[in-house]
Nanobody, 123 residues
Framework: VQLQAYGGGSVQAGGSLRLACVAS????????MAWFCQAPGKEHEFVAV????????YYADSVKGRFTISRDNAKNTVYLQMNSLTSEDTAVYYC?????????????????WGQGTLVTVSS
């Protein structure tokens, strides 16, 4: 499946952004969908994941209570609502899709990746 992420930008600390990732070329509703982020000089870091059926979500401790992942299978889209942003959230955010197995937190277990969208939070 091909993934295209949107919605990054620059925001002041305390602000909000909503990222979207649109899928094409596959049966979106069958994929677990996750968001990862990568800050300069760091590895991909897990942010959130939603199961293919949308019944369960999991978050990194650093974003719990601030970020919300959701999906609209009719629109082949997964979202990441980001609230109360801090400078620590500055990174390139990637959406990723996994067809088989569990809704993993490991980036190596995802088969397909979007191109990334940059989020910059200024304090």
């Amino acid at each position: 499946v091909q993934l295209q992420a949107y919605g990054g930008g620059s925001v002041q600390a305390g602000g909000s952004l909503r990222l979207a990732c649109v899928a094409s070329g596959g049966t979106f509703s069958r994929f677990h969908m996750a968001w990862f982020c990568q800050a300069p000089g760091k590895e991909h870091e897990f942010v959130a994941v939603i199961r293919w059926i949308g019944d369960s979500t999991y978050y990194a401790d650093s974003v719990k209570g601030r970020f919300t992942i959701s999906r609209d299978n009719a629109k082949n889209t997964v979202y990441l609502q980001m609230n109360s942003l801090t400078s620590e959230d500055t990174a390139v955010y990637y959406c990723a899709a996994r067809l088989y197995g569990s809704a993993s937190r490991r980036p190596t277990e995802y088969e397909d990746w979007g191109q990334g969208t940059l989020v910059t939070v200024s304090s």
